[in-house]
């Protein structure tokens, strides 16, 4: 049964969904792979493998025993043939382990269905499968599925919006994996003893609804809340309120309004570890972009170089000015396309000049725009003065630490003010100084 979503201001985007009802296909395992050993918030992986080394796919090439890690694991069969250090697609300097693949994909002894009859073998398996937020956050799936205030959780959200332009990969991960998300949704909610599951999915995704709600129509304690068609509903402050009315302000943790979100593909990559044994070892993602000869939605193993895939893809049909790791709104610039595709990433997006091109920033008009569109009730016009001043005090009154990075200040602004990145500037300089208000 769908809900009734309450709503928080947001803007009006272009869609351009051009992969739309695309099935995701399968790229052909590449030539070599580099796998960072840091995909995630917190720290980072030690290579458990030599140069050298024969690996297969599933197997074990990195772990930490920090708390906050989640280990990676080969993604094709084939020998080490370097550490590399270097700048990763997260800007993050760090190792990554070169493997030459032998295209036979041989699967790791390893690879077995984990036993799991109670919370903490639940929790054990969602760390060894290597899942983190596959939204883009990163953040290892198991610390989230275990918070330090359990007895006051009682539902989870799965994230299927996919509001930022150009990306529909999660869209067709729904359609295509409805019944294993549902399963998995199932699992969570019994392990981690939670009452409630709510799908919240964007309204320009109909059939997603409708499969879903089809699915879920008796499973008492699982619903589907059909979201506005606004951009950013995907934003995790603004999903939950739209779900359930709560408000999480800067400095919280869903769990502390009682609420798990997890985007739709980190649940149905669970289930598949559930089901399989395999690790996280590939991605889905869409590649599109006024320079992609031919978009499409892909699944790749983990490491694999974006050029490959943009190859994979026709190759580029003009110059690339701004290849974008994510969407338009929320995505990273990379240098080039020499990166690697990491866990938390879910598109790639090449632009020639007449996209990337920003015309030149004018002064303020004072007209009220970025203050009519920000979800968060933030005044970006007053944050970005504050900021020019350095003057702490006033972004801390203003509340600079609730921004969410989401994007619609800019993109409205007709000054062309790049609001958005000055308040992740204003938010390091309040963190430099020690306030976290
Ligand atoms: S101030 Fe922050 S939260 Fe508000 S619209 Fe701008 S980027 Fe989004
Ligand atoms: S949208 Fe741009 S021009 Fe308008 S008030 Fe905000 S910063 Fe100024």
């Avoid at 992986?45 to 140069?51: I, R, S």
């Avoid at 990554?96 to 073998?121: C, L, M, W």
């Avoid at 290597?130 to 599925?145: D, E, N, Q, S």
Wanted: proline letters at 7%; glycine letters at 8%.
């Amino acid at each position: 049964m769908s809900s009734v979503s309450k709503h928080l201001k947001g803007i009006h985007v272009d869609h351009c969904k051009n992969t739309a009802g695309q099935p995701i296909v399968q790229m052909p395992v590449p030539e070599k792979v580099y796998i960072p050993m840091v995909q995630h918030i917190g720290a980072p992986c030690q290579p458990t493998v030599a140069v050298g080394d024969h690996v297969k796919v599933g197997q074990l090439i990195g772990d930490n025993t920090a708390p906050m890690c989640a280990p990676i694991h080969s993604s094709v069969s084939g020998e080490v043939t370097a550490l590399v250090k270097g700048m990763t697609a997260q800007g993050i300097v760090d190792t990554s382990i070169e493997i030459t693949t032998d295209g036979k994909q041989e699967v790791a002894e390893t690879v077995v269905p984990p036993t799991v009859g109670n919370k903490e073998e639940f929790l054990a398996a969602v760390r060894s499968c290597g899942l983190v937020g596959l939204g883009g956050a990163a953040f290892p799936t198991h610390i989230k599925y275990n918070p330090r205030n359990p007895e006051q959780v009682d539902t989870l959200i799965l994230n299927g919006a996919e509001c930022e332009p150009y990306i529909t990969v999660d869209h067709m991960t729904m359609l295509e994996h409805a019944e294993e998300i549902v399963e998995g949704t199932k699992n969570i909610l019994k392990y981690l003893n939670l009452k409630q599951a709510i799908i919240g999915i964007e309204g320009n995704k109909p059939d997603a609804i409708a499969k879903f709600n089809e699915l879920v129509k008796n499973e008492p304690n699982i619903s589907v809340c059909e979201l506005l068609q606004q951009y950013p509903q995907g934003a995790e402050r603004v999903l939950i309120y739209e779900c359930t009315g709560k408000h999480l302000i800067a400095g919280k943790l869903p769990a502390d309004v009682g609420v798990i979100v997890s985007n739709v593909t980190t649940v149905l990559k669970l289930q598949q570890f559930l089901d399989s044994g395999m690790p996280l070892v590939s991605k889905s993602l869409t590649v599109d972009g006024n320079v992609v000869k031919e978009p499409k939605n892909v699944e790749v193993p983990i490491g694999t170089p974006i050029i490959d895939i943009i190859e994979f893809c026709g190759g580029y049909t003009g110059e690339p000015k701004k290849i974008l790791m994510g969407g338009p709104m929320m995505g990273r610039a990379l240098p080039d396309d020499g990166k690697c595709i990491i866990k938390g990433n879910n598109a790639i997006l090449a632009f020639d000049a007449t996209f990337a091109n920003m015309n030149p920033e004018t002064a303020c008009i004072n007209c009220g725009r970025c203050v009519k569109a920000c979800p968060m009730n933030l005044m970006p016009t007053a944050l970005f003065k504050a900021f020019e001043r350095k003057d702490v005090d006033t972004l801390k009154k203003y509340h600079v630490m609730s921004c969410m990075d989401c994007g619609c200040c800019t993109y409205v602004c007709p000054a062309r003010k790049q609001l958005s990145f000055i308040n992740k500037l204003g938010k390091s300089l309040v963190l430099a100084e020690g306030g976290k208000k």
